[in-house]
């Protein structure tokens, strides 16, 4: 039975991270070489040259022209034309990677990887077009709504990508704001707000309280509290929680 693009790419992550690499660009140098191939045809190379299909087989391509497939074939005894030993060939490949680089894989330099980018690391330093071919068919996590909007900002994901995680509003912003530049917006808006919401309170607390008012005095000083309110009943106000604390002695709202 023939493994699936799912098991290959799993496979593939923990191959990567127990060798320290960087699982990300791991699959996106696979993703770049044969990993979309047909798997009916061992993941054969499309790629036709004097009327002959390139002798290129599985997710890394390994050639059986005289290069690695053949070296392949000499250290295992396994046969990448064979669909079965994918996992072999995924350890193969990756262990050829740790010790001479991404030299030998023309997919990894098409999207822009350096000869040991991602190699020696365990933390992502994949380039933009390597994030990119991982955000944008779906095999990366986005991870949350800040997470997605700062692809977005990058451009490792497209706005319609990212629809599918946040909402339409976020991405389209405010008054041409970045999506991500409104999420800040927001988060700094609510941190203030809170602030004000703690100085009011606290200015409330320390008011004075007045002896209690004579009947002749009584109503100039309602009348004069209705007009000129205390920062914590303008910080209370403001939030719209006056109706909840109407009525409490000790922060003085009638």
């Known amino acids: 039975m023939v493994a699936s693009r799912e098991e290959i ?5 923990q191959a990567a991270e127990a060798r320290g690499m960087d ?5 996106a140098v696979a993703r770049s070489e044969g990993l979309n191939a047909d798997p009916e045809e061992a993941w054969q190379s499309k790629i036709v040259k004097d009327g002959v299909r390139e002798p290129s087989y ?14 392949f074939v000499e250290k295992t005894g396994l046969d990448p034309r064979d669909p079965s030993t994918v996992f072999a060939q995924i350890d193969f490949s990756l262990d050829q990677a740790k010790r001479g680089g991404w ?8 999207i822009g990887l350096g ?3 991602g190699i020696d690391v365990a933390t992502s330093q994949a380039t933009p077009e390597a994030r990119r071919a991982q955000y944008g068919l779906g095999d990366r996590d986005p991870g949350n709504t800040s997470d997605v909007l700062q692809a977005v900002k990058r451009g490792d994901m497209t706005k319609d990508e990212a ?8 991405l389209e912003g405010i008054e041409g704001a970045s999506a991500y530049d409104l999420l ?14 703690g100085q009011g ?9 007045p002896s209690a008012p004579t009947p002749r005095s009584l109503p100039l000083r309602l009348s004069r509290e209705r007009t000129s309110a205390t920062p914590g009943t303008q910080a209370i106000g403001r939030f719209g929680l006056e109706s909840l604390l109407r009525g409490n002695p000790l922060l003085g709202i009638r």
């Open 9 to 13: 790419i799993s496979y593939i992550r």
């Open 103 to 110: 030299g030998p894989w023309y997919g990894a330099r098409a």
């Open 58 to 71: 599985g997710p890394y391509q390994l050639y059986m022209g005289g290069g690695l497939g053949n070296e």
């Open 184 to 197: 800040q917006d927001e988060k700094a808006e609510q941190e203030r707000a809170m602030g004000m919401l």
């Open 23 to 27: 699982p990300d660009v791991a699959v």
């Open 163 to 170: 629809g599918k995680y946040v909402s339409e509003e976020l």
């Open 115 to 117: 000869e040991r980018e």
């Open 201 to 209: 309170l606290e200015a409330m607390a320390q008011d004075t309280r």
